[in-house]
């Protein structure tokens, strides 16, 4: 008798089981709230969507550990994207086509631009996303959309407000990287700068990811700026930028924006980051100052250090499933107008400690966040600034 | 078992289908592709689009590096060229859809034949160089050139539309692209039947040789580059009509590797073979999510094994070029040979 089966057995056994994977649906509970999420656990961004999936799982089990929302429990759904458009549209279309979605997180802003379209059409799903673009902040062309934080421009806002009260009629450079997320900010800083009485001395656009840096920076030494922006980066090249310009004597004062403030990304080069300051819509994992239950809480759950990137997707979590839980005490279907409506609803809400002061959305964004400075020597980022709301 | 097809008349040589078998399964293939998204759900008709438009394009990189043995990096440049051409049309003009990825092939091909000046010159490695910096001239002209062409946010633009309806989701775009598609690879597959094609294949077989059969090198090889760039172009306009979003980051330099990895992966020189890279390409990154999404014993297994899946891709990729050099194609063909000759031979 033969012991082993056949190769065409095998073939056709294996095929058997990949159709009814492909066949089998995931089990929902029928009244599950669900939040998909196209994540990017792989590819340039993968640092963050990592942590912003932990973030989501986290928040979901606290939720659901204290009996959902309104006893309906909460179900989260994410893929990979590899941040890839084409893949976070697939992921999206797997996700809806599978669960009846009523909040969503997107991995990047032609995500978030792309998909526009489907979320006016269906009317059943809010997006949030990785991303602060700034031309998402219109509630008239993203109107089920929001950003939990300021967006792009209002970072830099937050900046000058800083700069305008500390040092006035200052000089400022701004260094951008040559990208959609790096530009983004440019005319309404310039804009913005003028009605503070700042000085945008120098525009520098540089690849996101440049080495060679020293022309730029000779322009920066010609310009001699009080304080230089960089947006549109994560790391690199922020640090050979910093290093040339401390060794050819340069005063100026470096800053970034979120997606470069986190703790650990200076860690390895704190000598050099010492002094870096910029914006953060969030508290920092180590921030122990005041009350912040929440951040107590995940300082349990997690007991090592959480990114900023883990922040911003706990802060979308709870913005989520606030928006649904107003929703559903005002008896209304999760519609995404519905939902929308209860989101704008949010007024002086307490973060639990997540952001320092309560916070309001008046529109799109999460209009404040303060300014930190890096101190090389604790590594880490300290408070410079007290929280700074922005007014559209 | 069938061994062969008896041929008793030059028209029957050279007919692409030559017998009643072939015909029989190209007309169940035909109503299986209409039939599909009346059964299928919004994820795998979203990825049926995808895969036509990318069928589009590998077949025309199949022209220009399977049948010419021109390399080229830059097929996701020319797609570019196309994408922006239609969303300015639709945006500014308001042409109807079909003109505007006809024009949109037209004005990609106008770029391809620029781009292809080199190839009289240069070949292999050097000439793929010379398309890598077409991709990035083209690059900085649509983030930094006139306003009109939306800078580094770029274009957002209406669906297309067919007697005042909108085709905006992927079942309504699924009937313009299914078409579309099957007349380009029918087009190339015919393009392989006349003086044209048999010139581009004497090219890539031997430069020399061809030009000492009277083939003029420069007048091909930019044809080859044209005709390739308009099925970039076209491809490109179904692209931008299928996310309505068209940026200059939207066609990076590593969405022309997945096109040349289609066309190796395939089996290049071959019509079968763009098309089976094309869905592979497309389609097994989607399959091992799907199985990753099932070891639901494995904690976080999504997050876990993402970057997993990405290798498991590459070995993927890397087995097939050791393995089987000459693509699924001829994986292809050799499971038809084994049924025109069994049970003779396992």
Redesign the interface.
């Known amino acids: 008798m033969r012991v082993f089966p056949t190769r065409r057995k095998v073939l056709s056994y294996a095929a058997a089981g990949c159709l009814a994977l492909g066949l089998q649906a995931p089990a929902q509970a029928a009244d599950d709230i669900v939040i998909g999420a196209s994540m990017p656990m792989t590819g340039v961004f993968a640092f963050a969507g990592i942590a912003l999936n932990n973030a989501f799982q986290d928040y979901v089990k606290i939720v659901n550990d204290a009996g959902g929302i309104n006893g309906r429990k909460i179900k989260y759904v994410a893929e990979d994207t590899g941040y890839k458009v084409d893949n976070s549209v697939a992921v999206f279309n797997r996700i809806t086509s599978q669960e009846k979605v009523s909040l969503y997180y997107g991995d990047s802003t032609a995500f978030s631009k792309t998909i526009n379209a489907e979320l006016n059409r269906r009317g059943d799903i809010v997006l949030a996303g990785a991303s602060f673009a700034s031309e998402l902040n219109d509630p008239k062309n993203f109107p089920y959309q929001f950003i939990a934080g300021p967006d792009y421009s209002e970072m830099i806002g937050i900046l000058l407000e800083y700069i305008a009260k500390t040092k006035p009629g200052a000089k400022i450079a701004l260094v951008n990287s040559d990208t959609e997320f790096g530009r983004d900010p440019i005319v309404p800083t310039e804009k913005r700068a003028a009605e503070l009485g700042l000085k945008i001395v120098e525009k520098i656009a540089t690849p996101p990811t440049s080495v060679d840096v020293s022309t730029e920076v000779l322009k920066l030494r010609r310009a001699d700026p009080d304080y230089t922006i960089f947006h549109g980066y994560i790391l690199a090249p922020l640090p050979e930028f910093m290093t040339q310009a401390k060794q050819l004597g340069l005063k100026t004062k470096f800053m970034g924006t979120f997606w470069s403030m986190d703790n650990a990304i200076w860690a390895k080069s704190a000598e050099v980051a010492d002094g870096f300051m910029g914006v953060m819509p969030y508290r920092y994992y180590f921030d122990t100052e005041g009350k912040s239950p929440m951040l107590e809480k995940i300082r349990q759950i997690r007991p090592e250090y959480q990114s900023t990137g883990y922040m911003q997707g706990f802060l979308t979590a709870m913005l989520m499933t606030e928006a649904a839980k107003r929703t559903l005490d005002a008896k209304k279907d999760l519609t995404a107008a519905n939902m929308k409506a209860s989101l704008n609803s949010i007024k002086d809400f307490d973060t639990g400690g997540i952001i320092g002061v309560p916070i309001s959305i008046p529109g799109n964004t999460v209009p404040v966040g303060r300014v930190y400075q890096y101190d090389g020597a604790n590594k880490t980022m300290k408070p410079v600034s007290d929280w700074i709301k922005i007014a559209k | 078992m069938r061994i062969g097809a008896v041929h008793q008349t030059y028209a029957q040589a050279e007919a692409l289908l030559d017998t009643n078998f072939q015909r029989v399964m190209l007309a169940a293939l035909f109503a299986a592709l209409v039939l599909f998204p009346f059964f299928a759900?919004?994820?795998w008709i979203?990825?049926a689009c995808?895969v036509l438009i990318h069928i589009v394009s590998t077949t025309g990189l199949n022209i220009l590096t399977g049948y010419t043995g021109l390399v080229s990096l830059g097929q996701a440049a020319f797609m570019s060229v196309g994408a922006y051409t239609v969303a300015i049309l639709e945006i500014r003009v308001g042409t109807p859809f079909i003109i505007n990825l006809i024009l949109a092939g037209f004005v990609s091909a106008a770029v391809g034949l620029v781009v292809g000046v080199p190839s009289l010159r240069v070949k292999g490695l050097y000439l793929a160089i010379a398309t890598i910096a077409a991709s990035f001239i083209l690059h900085f002209l649509f983030?930094n050139g006139p306003a009109f062409l939306g800078?580094?946010?770029?274009l957002?633009m209406p669906?297309a539309r067919l007697f005042g309806y909108d085709l905006?989701?992927?079942f309504q775009l699924y009937w313009l692209f299914m078409p579309l598609t099957a007349l380009s690879v029918v087009a190339a597959a015919n393009l392989f039947r006349t003086r044209i094609g048999r010139a581009f294949i004497a090219i890539r077989d031997r430069d020399i040789s061809a030009e000492v059969l009277g083939i003029p090198l420069l007048k091909y090889k930019l044809l080859s580059f044209a005709l390739s760039s308009f099925y970039a172009g076209v491809a490109g306009g179904m692209w931008a009509y299928f996310?309505?979003?068209v940026?200059?980051?939207?066609f990076p330099l590593i969405y022309s590797v997945f096109f040349l990895a289609a066309v190796i992966v395939g089996g290049m020189g071959t019509i079968l073979g763009a098309i089976l890279g094309a869905i592979f390409m497309t389609m097994v990154?989607?399959?091992l999510?799907?199985?990753v999404?099932?070891l639901t014993f494995i904690p976080?297994a999504?997050?876990q094994l993402?970057?997993i899946?990405?290798i498991v891709f590459g070995a993927l990729i890397i087995g097939f070029l050791l393995f089987e050099p000459q693509g699924l194609a001829e994986i292809w063909r050799r499971v038809r040979r084994f049924f025109h000759i069994w049970p003779f031979k396992k």
Not at chain 2, 151 to 154: A, F, P, R, V, Y
Not at chain 2, 247 to 250: A, F, G, H, Q
């Open positions: 759900d919004q994820y979203y990825l995808l983030a800078g580094t946010q770029g957002s669906p905006a989701r992927p996310f309505r979003v940026t200059p980051e939207s990154p989607e399959f999510k799907i199985a999404s099932y976080n999504t997050a993402s970057p899946r990405t």
